[in-house]
């Protein structure tokens, strides 16, 4: 009879993949040849039954997990063979990338099960943990040293092969399924203990650094603080991500997923010691350049987000950026064909622009730089007309005199009216309010001609369509108010706008 059960579990597994589905009595039929009375090869043929289908079918899987947990786990308790042990864990590990609500509990019953069959092989407890211990809770937490994540921790750091690939799978699973889940991951240890498994890149297969790189960027996904790595183990990822770039230069993965890493490494703040780690690592800025050209999608998008945390840093860490040419790379993107990647070159020019008035300076300098940015100001899409306006906002703000006098008269005047008509961000509203008050406060003579431009160009009727609704604003209604005395004075007590001001070699649309 087992025999028998064999060939039809081979059959239906030939079968996988047109199947969409499966039902109550075939997963019974197929858990029956996991019976150790069957042969080696029948036992085989049903754990892989249960890998397949836990990857192609297209139902929830908690609608069996149940009794298929309880059945393997009956099976696991007195098998000795290999390919069972992986096939069912790797089924079970194809269950925790489903639904959140069906993973929760998939996660459990997969650390109990990874606990079971390979505890005799990696560790020496000094005393069995229960089911609460070896499991992640409804919470997902699991701070205690006999918990779940320690228990699947000591299986990778134990094993090798396919036991610990299979062991880091499910870390990166877990990682990925909710924010809760990914900072249990990262407190558990993991990132000290795949650093030096990646460290060890000439020992490992190809697969197996794939997984190693894809579990670390699910784990460090949104970034992290120093407390939760030491300066110098982010300096050696730094290092063996930039290695692993390099080396395998034509595995799209496997460079996708490391600048993602790298990416998430700059999502960085004061003192920036991670975008520093970056920075100083010989060549990385100059290939991440590069990348900015790449054809594919999720790196060029991964090298973007990096370039744009780098110049969130410090002043040093963003001029490394622009000795480079980043601008003229950054403007070509901006009018990029895929609005993500346009919109997120404009979030980073915005950050150029809110630096000092060097950074400003060199922003404007590149050319095509201005035309470019008036252009998506006017863009019919609000996302990326709002990161174009604050380019020019910021640039008001913290360019030099003559920059902002070229900025108003070249018909970026026109630009900060049309965000207050849009009203498309609050922020931004308040930022140019607050801007043009400080502007018309500088008494600088080459902004003499400010009021006279906003008269021309009607901003005071704008603003006073904007007063009431600044009530709760106290920052924007107190420059609003500012703004419609002055514009409010005689026209003879300015002077008029003269044709030398405006810059003939802008042409604005």
């Known amino acids: 009879m087992s025999e028998r059960k064999a060939t039809i579990s081979l059959r239906v597994n030939r079968e996988l993949s047109q199947r969409t589905s499966y039902n109550n009595a075939e997963v019974q039929c197929i858990l029956a040849v996991l019976k150790p009375q069957c042969s080696k090869e029948a036992q085989v043929a049903a754990s892989t039954y249960f890998r397949k289908i836990s990857l192609r079918a297209q139902i929830r899987p908690s609608t069996y997990a149940d009794f298929i947990v309880s059945s393997v786990l009956e099976c696991l308790k007195i098998t000795s063979i290999v390919d069972v042990r992986l096939n069912l864990t790797w089924a079970l590990t194809n269950f925790a990338c489903g639904e959140h609500e069906d993973t929760d509990r998939i996660i459990r019953m997969v650390l109990r099960l990874l606990y079971l069959i390979n505890n005799s092989l990696v560790v020496s407890f000094t005393s069995r943990p229960t089911y609460e211990e070896a499991s992640l809770t409804s919470s997902h937490v699991g701070g205690d040293q006999g918990d779940g994540l320690n228990v699947l921790l000591s299986i990778l750091t134990k094993s090798s092969g396919e036991v610990r690939d299979q062991a880091v799978w499910t870390f990166g699973n877990i990682a990925a399924d909710c924010d809760d889940c990914r900072r249990a ?93 970056i920075r100083l690592e010989p060549n990385l800025i100059n290939n991440l350049l590069g990348f900015l050209h790449h054809s594919d999608y999720r790196i060029l998008r991964g090298a973007l987000r990096s370039v744009g945390n780098i110049i969130t840093g410090s002043d040093i860490q963003t001029e490394t950026l622009l000795a ?25 020019m915005s950050n150029i622009a809110a630096g000092p008035v060097a950074h400003i300076d060199v922003l404007f300098t590149a050319r095509g730089v201005a035309d470019m940015i008036a252009s998506n100001c006017n863009s019919l899409e609000t996302r990326k ?21 070229w900025l108003l008269v070249g018909g970026f005047g026109v630009s900060l009216r049309e965000i207050l008509e849009h009203q498309d961000d609050s922020r931004l509203v308040r930022r140019v309010l607050v801007a043009m008050k400080a502007l018309l406060n500088a008494r600088n003579p080459p902004l003499r001609f400010l009021p006279a431009l906003l008269r021309h160009i009607k901003f005071e009727n704008i603003i006073s369509q904007l007063r009431p609704s600044l009530e709760k604003n106290l920052v924007a209604r107190e420059a609003c108010d500012f703004l419609i005395r002055v514009l409010k004075k005689p026209e003879d007590d300015q002077p008029e706008i003269e044709n030398e001001h405006r810059p003939v070699f802008i042409e604005l649309k």
Do not use: F
């Open 185 to 277: 991951t990262r407190n558990s240890g993991i990132l000290e203990h795949l650093l030096n498994h990646l460290e060890r890149y000439d020992e490992l297969s190809l697969q197996s650094i794939r997984l190693a790189v894809w579990c670390l960027v699910n784990t460090i996904r949104g970034g992290y603080n120093s407390t939760l790595l030491t300066i110098n183990i982010t300096w050696r990822y730094v290092q063996v991500l930039h290695i692993l770039m390099n080396r395998y230069t034509s595995d799209i993965e496997l460079i996708g997923n490391s600048i993602w890493c790298l990416a998430h490494i700059a999502n960085d703040g004061p003192p920036y010691d991670q975008i520093e780690a």
């Open 324 to 348: 480079v040419g980043v601008v003229p790379i950054l403007a070509e993107l901006a009018q990029h064909s895929d609005s993500t990647i346009s919109r997120e070159a404009l979030w980073v």
């Open 385 to 405: 007309r709002k990161e174009a306006s604050w380019v020019v906002v910021n640039s008001m703000m913290g360019g030099s005199s003559h920059l902002v006098e």
